[in-house]
């Protein structure tokens, strides 16, 4: 079983990269631009990793 892992970043290019990265690494991951994306995906969908972003717009990494 792969492990879940969402990766939440407003910037487009370190969320790309760091998935990519961990897709080649055999990783199930996901992705959003917000925190109130992320929440959204957390509704239908359960991760054992997230890895967010601490300063997006209205909800922190930190907050989320």
Known sequence: MKLRILIVDDEANQRDMLA???RKHDFDVSTARSAEEA???LESKSF???CF???MGELTGLQL
Do not use: A, S
């Open 39 to 41: 929440l959204k995906l």
């Open 48 to 50: 054992e990793i997230g």
């Open 20 to 22: 990519g990265f961990l």
């Open 53 to 55: 972003d601490m300063r």
